[in-house]
């Protein structure tokens, strides 16, 4: 999936067409997107690129004219919109030494492809289950070199695949993910007889959508997929080895720039020029270029450190070893870079051994998807270092490089996200104030910082400009003037230590993540080192945040007040945002300020290991404006967190249904509290009331006692929910602690015992009963013939 922008009605941008140019042109530029009509310029990351005209034509399309330099770097370039009330989000257009050319439909039939003339650049797009053919005349022995850009361009997950086949349909080279350049493809074919080939290019597995666009490179262009070595020293010209696409290799001396850093080299070679740069380490330490054979140890000769070590795993199972000179208990740093910066195949395997054997330590990707391994050395001496592929594979592209040195000193500054995986921009309307969280990441070196912003728009002030010694992260307001004009720049965030300091300088490292895979996982995106900043209108609304005059304590809560004054006729709902809260702080995040309200109460609550002392802390309140969303944040307030004032003892109470009790918790008081404290328990169980829920503290008081009624039907159990809720009352507002936590054991009365059964008199026996009579019996004795025994 693509990454969209900061939020649904944030300015958006979607798609540039065409997504390229040829640098030495001026070109028409269409960009499409959402909430653009009030679009006043664009910001390049890069260099080369004028704009001669800017003309939005409607809420979702703009119209640039815009001018690409000679000299300007081939390759990708990174660009945002401003407009009045923000900054878009980023995306790349790409810029080649080549004449651009467009897709032409129908180019769907093999037997019928676009004809395409050599060392051209061919923009298009791939739909759903599309697979175009373009064709290109050869001669003998003419190389024939393919590099798409379709990924990399951040438009969509394009996975696509370039195969370069003859005129009877048989493939003759092919790429799907080249590890120089991403998921994206580069293959090359040298003709072996004079003809027409066809260039297939579709979506790996036969997908794609109106946003997979392309930019095919064809030609005869020099294409490195490795260069050795793969850095040096600034300002060095290195003797390199090229090592083409096309397998051809050749010697080349570069030119590295003064300043350490990675460098985006653009091959040369006979006047034609690489579509997109390879990336070298350019770091002040001595080269070591690995040299065959290497597997004699012992005849390996020994090197200082800090040291680079250059090389290539050129075939399978190869290992490369090396040897260097170390004392006792210095630590150093081993780095491999691989498949970061130089974007090799290699997925490395590192190994330290005693230079007279037996292994050390090892590692496999510590370093993210390249080893790294930190090492104590245990005694002086001479040490083997040895690289392979994790799974013994190898090549003419396994190229790698090790530095080997003390772990330095660095800093790097990054700005939390307000909305994850879109990068930070920063809008500050006129005459208000914005607020982001800035992180700085010391390594080697501690003390205070310095900061500051250059090349910033007129009327901006930095209303932080230092970063304690034992801070990690600040919030970092910035306020712009009343009078300042809108604009917007690409500005330089740096942070330094004090002239009595460690001497490290540092600035801003944002990551874009521009597409991301299964799990959110970045698979492609851009590394930026300056902060995409504007002064934008003024809002319709100004937002104020109350100070507190009493403090919050652990175990406590509290309300930040937030107040807003709104403009004649301005309605919007305002939600609001506290920026960051100190360790053991929350702060409920679903506030906001109604239509008809100008007021709003943000709860707050400290655990019982809340950071104690002072924190400046602001709310940041988000709004539509001029049908796009709009940030602003409060003043600062002082929030000061103190340790509870109170402790609480509580005796496990058991009481049985039906009855009455006291449930009795000792008091601790840890300090003078200074107000009137009243103490509440809260957390009774239904069917429990207490007569006296509340107590006042008076002097002396050690215990508090409060009573209970248990009704007869209350639900039997334990209930570990009993907690006590101290208020403070000052003249400046109240101190809310609640501790516990107490036990309540509700138990069934004991069963009533049963009663003595009654005894029963005996009965005397009954008279036998009178023999019944028969028929001639009954008349006889009707007749008073029978005797009156019978």
């Known amino acids: 999936m693509s990454a969209g922008p900061l939020f649904a009605d944030a300015p958006a941008v979607t798609r540039f067409d065409p997504p390229g140019f040829q640098r030495g042109t001026e070109a028409e530029l269409l960009i499409s997107g959402a909430r653009l009509d009030d679009t006043t310029e664009l910001l390049f990351y890069d260099s080369g690129v004028e704009v001669l005209e800017l003309e939005p034509v409607s809420a979702s399309q703009v119209k640039a004219k815009v001018r690409i330099a000679p000299d300007c770097q081939p390759g990708l370039h990174a ?37 395409v003339a050599l060392n051209s650049t061919v923009s298009g797009v791939v739909k759903t289950e599309d697979v175009d053919y373009f064709a290109v005349d050869l001669e003998a022995g003419q190389k024939l070199t393919v590099e798409l850009e379709g990924l990399r361009l951040g438009t969509e997950f394009f996975d696509p695949f370039v195969a370069i086949l003859d005129a009877q349909r048989f493939e003759l080279a092919s790429s799907d993910d080249a590890p120089l350049l991403q998921q994206d493809c580069v293959c090359s074919y040298v003709a072996d007889k004079a003809g027409t080939y066809i260039i297939e290019v579709r979506e790996s597995s036969f997908g794609g959508n109106d946003r997979c666009q392309y930019r095919l490179h064809v030609g005869d262009f020099p294409r490195p997929l490795a260069i050795v070595p793969a850095g040096g020293r600034p300002g060095e010209v290195i003797d390199a080895t090229i090592v083409d696409a096309s397998g ?86 081993f780095t491999v870079y691989a498949r970061r ?147 917007a720049a690409l500005a330089d965030l740096i942070a330094e230590t004090l002239p009595d300091g460690a001497g490290v300088r540092g600035a801003l490292k944002q990551r ?27 809002l319709p609304f100004s937002i104020e945040l109350v100070q507190p005059e009493v403090p919050l304590v652990r175990s406590g809560s509290t309300h930040y007040v937030v107040r807003v004054q709104r403009d004649e006729g301005y309605k919007q709902r305002i939600y609001l945002r506290v920026l960051y809260n100190p360790s053991g702080v929350s702060a409920s995040g679903s506030v906001r300020i109604e239509p008809d309200q100008n007021e709003a109460r943000i709860p707050v609550t400290a655990n019982s290991n809340a950071a104690l002392g002072n924190f400046p802390i602001t709310v940041l309140a988000r709004a539509t404006s001029r049908n796009a969303a709009v940030w602003c944040a409060t003043n600062f307030i002082n929030l000061q967190i103190e340790d509870s004032y109170f402790g609480f003892k509580f005796a496990k109470t058991v009481l049985q249904t039906g009855q009455s009790g006291v449930i009795p918790v000792g008091l601790e008081i840890n300090r ?60 400046g507002g109240q101190i809310v602690q609640t501790t516990g936590r107490g036990e309540l054991q509700l138990v069934p009365p004991p069963p009533q015992p049963k009663a003595e059964p009654v005894a029963k008199t005996a009965a005397k026996p009954a008279a036998p009963a009178a023999k019944p009579l028969s028929r001639l019996e009954q008349l006889r004795a009707a007749k008073g013939l029978l005797n009156k025994d019978q």
């Open 79 to 115: 660009l945002r919109l401003a407009t009045e009330t923000g900054i878009s989000n980023l995306r790349y257009f790409g810029v080649s030494d080549l004449p651009q050319v467009e897709e032409v439909e129908p180019n769907s039939d093999f037997a019928t492809p676009q004809k």
């Open 512 to 538: 874009t993540m521009l597409v991301r895979g299964q799990n959110n996982r970045d698979v492609w995106g851009h590394d930026a080192d300056r902060l995409a900043i504007a002064v934008t209108k003024k």
């Open 341 to 487: 910066i130089i974007r090799s195949p290699l997925d490395s395997w590192l190994e330290i051994h005693k230079a007279t054997g037996g292994r050390l330590a090892a590692n496999d990707d510590s370093g993210g998807p390249d080893s790294q391994q930190s090492f104590k050395i245990p005694e002086d001496g001479e040490y083997l270092v040895a690289i392979r592929d994790q799974l013994f594979e190898g090549s003419p592209i396994h190229a790698y490089r090790i530095e080997v040195s003390p772990p330095g000193k660095s800093l790097e500054l990054t700005i939390d996200e307000l909305q994850r995986y879109v990068s930070q921009t920063v809008e500050v309307p006129q005459g208000g104030q914005m607020a982001v969280l800035l992180r700085a990441r010391r390594s080697g070196f501690g003390g205070d910082l310095a900061l500051r912003l250059e090349d910033a728009p007129a009327g901006l002030e930095l209303m932080t400009p230092t970063i304690a010694a034992n801070q990690s992260y600040i919030p970092m307001m910035i306020r712009a003037d009343a009078e300042a004009s809108p604009d």
């Open 672 to 731: 003078p509290p200074e107000g009137d404290v009243e103490f509440e328990i809260v957390g009774l169980p239904a069917g429990v009331t207490c007569a006296q829920p509340k107590v006042q503290l008076v002097e002396g008081m050690q215990q508090l006692a409060f009573p209970i009624s248990v009704a007869a039907d209350a639900r039997v159990g334990q209930f570990k929910t009993l907690y006590v809720k101290a208020t403070i009352t000052r003249p």
């Open 248 to 333: 051809e290799t050749w010697q080349e001396k570069i030119q590295l720039p003064d300043q350490p850093g990675e460098f985006e080299y653009v091959c040369v070679r006979d006047g034609k020029v690489a579509p997109s740069p390879n990336r070298l380490r350019v770091v002040d330490m001595p080269n070591v270029v690995a040299a065959e054979p290497d597997d004699d140890r012992a005849a390996l000769v020994a090197v200082d450190v800090p040291v680079a070590f250059n090389g290539v795993l050129e075939k399978p199972g190869d290992v490369d070893w090396f040897k260097i000179k170390a004392k006792k208990n210095q630590t150093l740093l």
